[in-house]
């Protein structure tokens, strides 16, 4: 999800222990910032974790000098990772203070997204934002893939080159040999998009219909199934639409205005 690398300064004041840090954190983020809100390069190297490069946040730890280490990185440690001095638990309120009224980058600015947010806003943009990494959407598959959302069609070709891909605003995808005994996953991908889908089983004068909005590959399979939003049949309803031990399902996507 692009790393900063520069020398570290001493900064600056800490609570609740006495510290040799730097008093000049202050004078150093008045010098590098270009405008009111605006996060430089320099003013972000020196919101920079040592150890996982992410922008450190409130709230905002440091060691014995003024070394600052962000708060998810800080029980993993047993020393500075800059000085190998002694961290105890000392906050940094000047930086956060800073920090609270910067514009920081989305963590996923390396992927392509440019939006800048405040503290309250950062982390909830970050859960939604576009350029997230996705996981393998590929039920019944334990991979471990990840990636950007224009790689996942990309991936399921060329890593599970067993699913079926079919073209079209409106396909019949085939389920066969329905009473092989044991779980078996059917997986289609169709190259389509659109943001409305029907899925529709048609057999021996039965009908059976799930109309619904597409979900996000972001949420799972699980999490459809989960939560009912999808249909589900067992084996006794799929009898009644199959044909000689295969199921045909036709699927249709199209555009709502």
């Not at 490069?53 to 060691?63: N, R």
């Not at 500075?80 to 105890?88: E, K, V």
């Amino acid at each position: 999800m692009a790393q900063v690398v520069s020398q570290k300064r001493g900064r600056g004041i800490s609570s609740g222990d006495t510290s040799s840090a730097s008093s000049s954190s202050t004078t150093q983020l008045s010098a590098l910032s270009t405008a009111p809100g605006t996060l430089t390069d320099e003013l972000a190297a020196l919101f920079e974790c040592p150890v996982c490069f992410e922008i450190v946040l409130p709230p905002i730890m440091q060691c014995q000098v003024g070394h600052l280490v962000c708060a998810s990185c800080r029980p993993k440690l047993s020393c500075c990772p800059t000085c190998r001095g002694t961290l105890g638990n000392i906050r940094n309120l000047a930086m956060e203070k800073v920090a609270n009224n910067l514009m920081f980058p989305c963590k996923h600015k390396s992927t392509g997204c440019r939006m800048s947010l405040g503290l309250n806003e950062k982390a909830e943009h970050e859960e939604i934002c576009e350029f997230r990494p996705y996981s393998c959407p590929c039920p019944g598959a334990s991979c471990s893939w990840q990636g950007q959302l224009d790689k996942v069609m990309v991936h399921l070709q060329h890593a599970h080159k067993n699913i079926t891909t079919l073209n079209g605003e409106d396909i019949v995808f085939l389920a066969t040999e329905i009473n092989l005994a044991g779980a078996v996953d059917w997986v289609m991908m169709q190259s389509c998009f659109g943001h409305h889908f029907i899925l529709e089983l048609n057999g021996n004068r039965r009908r059976l219909i799930w109309e619904a909005m597409p979900r996000s590959s972001h949420e799972g399979v699980a999490s459809a199934i989960m939560g009912s939003d999808c249909l589900v049949f067992d084996n006794s309803i799929a009898q009644h639409f199959a044909d000689n031990g295969n199921l045909g399902i036709n699927v249709t996507i199209s555009l709502v205005c």
